[in-house]
């Protein structure tokens, strides 16, 4: 079993920064990879990052490639989105989650594990 909590959400203007973490509980988390997704209101869940449980891997929505970036510290059971030059599109829900390793990180249907989400909102 590993439990997510996501913090760092927030409201933001266009072109700020945010930080986004996901702690983990469990011994297991350092065999997972994590991802981080999103939710607008009326939308679908949209995959936004990955990182292998290693940290040695990383994957992108090409929708924020370049500006967001995921990263973990496993001793510390925590996965990062940085998450640049914000945008007002970027308003979500924004959700980390657990998947075993060679699963399809881009499908939340793959994952395990999922926080309960937090706000970030872009202002214009």
């Known amino acids: 079993q590993v439990q997510l909590v996501e913090s760092g959400g927030g409201l933001v203007q266009v072109g700020g920064s945010l930080r986004l973490s996901c702690a983990a509980s469990?011994?297991?988390?350092?065999?997972?990879?994590m991802g981080w997704f999103r939710q607008a209101p009326g939308k679908e869940r949209e995959f936004v990052a990955a990182?292998?449980?290693?940290?040695?891997?990383?994957y992108y929505a090409d929708s924020v490639k370049g500006r967001f970036t995921v990263s973990r510290d496993n001793a510390k059971n925590t996965v990062y989105l940085q998450m640049n030059s914000l945008k007002p599109e970027d308003t979500a829900v924004y959700y980390c989650a657990a998947v075993s390793p060679r699963r399809d990180y881009y499908s939340s249907r793959e994952y395990d594990y999922w926080g309960q989400g937090t706000q970030v909102t872009v202002s214009s």
């Open positions: 469990g011994r297991t988390f350092s065999s997972y990879a």
């Open positions: 990182i292998s449980w290693s940290g040695a891997n990383t």
